[in-house]
């Protein structure tokens, strides 16, 4: 029997022999294996060909869907054996987009179920209404639910903390208006251990309404470093604490000379006051001098109880209150405390406040403690140059960028490109009893602020740290200057 290939079909046509020898073929065969440069056009068939055909003559059928590659080609071959004779008529079938797509989706799903069986994040999905559709094996290990347990369950019934509510809820808006949000919320496991997630979610909107039909969630625990952070703030407070017991007893003569001059000043006005009181049956105007003694003996009863009150604040161990803290205010009250140390090395302190007088949200005794830390240094590099007399100035101003600035700048010997570098790395410090935690530890203080504290070398020796915070509530100022005055 007589078998013709019609040149007019579109896919590959040949008739074999027993053995696998082409002998014959359709246009559509030609023009392939001449344009991929084939010798001839057996290097379209598979390589198992003889096996194919003598597969198909023993068992009488039509053996289809046979792969041959060759180039960036696929082809699936159908070989059928011709009735009353050897050969056999193969038809080929370009299906080259097809497999490929396929292997690409199977190669895309073998990659999903990896990522998704392995992952130590839990990637859900949830209906707009925020039910589980869906979630990964990772979601008993944070969640405490099994993928099959948690589905149809509202993610309220899992969090159920008020602030998780009030962040779900918020999180709700974003994804209908902005189509993302993220949040991190915190769970209690049946175990009693504590859990935190940060979750980020994307929305899936309809085409053509933009309506959300489905939200994606990743999850991932971050309790580790939110324990981590905990630690670091307690460790961090504990320290700061240290550091205030320390500097108390290097504060010791400034305290004495703190509390001893407005006693001084009361017992002298009292025994004045107490001669004018015997005279002043005699002398009845002696009683208005009596009377102004009694007042100047208020005010600096009250001056000492107000230095006993900022000193215990200072040493105060307990949790931190942010207020608005008025700048000029807070340096002087620091100044006054350190101006007899500063006159024993004979430094003038030199303020320069802005006259609109700026402010920043901050704890006032942290506040305190870093500016009395700049302060002393600044009258010790002062004191280490070896100048009969100097000055350290110390400004507050708000720059054309609205940043609030506090600046203190000595006349010291400075510090050199390498000292610059470690002077705000913990322990480092030249003073030879020096701990080396107070210029780190006050940069931390002031970055907890949301400002930042750094120095810059002077021109002919001295350096100025400066107290950098963001734009706030400061006002436009004029500066003026003044000398603190010894009280």
Same mark, same amino acid.
């Given at each position: ?236 407070? @504990?320290?700061? =604490?240290?550091? !205030? ?8 003569? &400034?305290? /004495?000379?703190?509390? %001893? +001059? ?43 109880? @107000?230095?006993? =009150?900022?000193? !215990? ?8 209150? &942010?207020? /608005?803290?008025?700048? %000029? +205010? ?59 007399? &100097? ?97």
């Amino acid at each position: 029997m007589s078998v013709s290939l019609p040149d007019a079909d579109p896919q590959p046509g040949l008739i074999l022999s027993s053995t696998g020898t082409p002998l014959q073929s359709n246009r559509a065969a030609d023009e392939l294996w001449k344009s991929s440069g084939l010798d001839d056009a057996a290097g379209l068939l598979p390589r198992n060909i003889l096996a194919l055909i003598n597969a198909a003559r023993r068992q009488a059928r039509a053996i289809d869907n046979v792969e041959a590659r060759f180039g960036n080609t696929i082809l699936l071959w159908t070989f059928i054996p011709l009735p009353h004779s050897d050969e056999i008529l193969a038809r080929g079938r370009d299906a080259t987009d097809g497999i490929r797509l396929q292997e690409q989706a199977i190669r895309s799903n073998r990659l999903y179920r990896l990522i998704t069986e392995n992952t130590t994040d839990l990637i859900s999905r949830h209906a707009p209404d925020g039910r589980f559709i869906d979630a990964t094996q990772a979601s008993f290990r944070l969640l405490g639910y099994w993928p099959e347990q948690i589905r149809g369950m509202l993610p309220e019934s899992i969090f159920q903390s008020d602030n998780a509510t009030k962040q779900l809820a918020e999180a709700g808006n974003l994804l209908r208006d902005d189509g993302y949000a993220t949040m991190t919320l915190d769970l209690l496991l049946a175990s009693g251990k504590k859990r935190w997630l940060e979750i980020a979610s994307r929305a899936i909107r309809e085409t053509y309404t933009g309506t959300v039909v489905e939200v994606i969630c990743v999850s991932r625990d971050i309790t580790a470093r939110v324990e981590s952070e905990d630690n670091s703030r307690r460790l961090a407070d @504990e320290l700061a =604490r240290t550091s !205030r017991l320390a500097m108390l007893g290097e504060l010791a003569s &400034s305290i /004495a000379h703190e509390m %001893n +001059q407005p006693l001084a000043t009361i017992v002298n006005f009292a025994s004045a006051s107490q001669r004018y009181l015997k005279n002043a049956p005699e002398n009845p105007q002696h009683l208005e001098r009596v009377e102004d003694g009694l007042e100047k003996i208020t005010h600096h009863a009250n001056r000492a109880s @107000e230095v006993i =009150r900022r000193l !215990r604040a200072f040493l105060r161990k307990g949790q931190k209150r &942010s207020a /608005a803290v008025a700048l %000029n +205010q807070t340096l002087t009250n620091v100044i006054r405390l350190c101006q007899w140390e500063a006159d024993k090395h004979n430094v003038t302190l030199v303020f320069t406040p802005a006259t609109n007088e700026p402010s920043i949200i901050a704890d006032p005794v942290l506040l305190e403690q870093v500016l009395i830390n700049l302060i002393r240094n600044g009258i010790e590099a002062n004191a280490d140059a070896g100048k009969q007399s &100097s000055r350290l100035l110390l400004s507050t101003s708000v720059n054309a960028a609205g940043e609030t600035l506090i600046q203190v700048t000595d006349e010291g010997n400075g510090l050199d490109e390498q000292e610059l570098r470690q002077m705000f790395q913990p322990f480092f410090t030249l003073k030879p009893q020096g701990l080396g935690l107070g210029l780190s530890m006050s940069r931390s203080i002031i970055e907890g602020f949301g400002g930042f504290l750094d120095a810059q070398p002077v021109a002919g020796g001295g350096l100025t740290l400066t107290c950098r915070f963001p734009l706030g509530s400061a006002h436009t100022s004029t500066p003026r200057s003044e000398t603190v005055p010894d009280d």
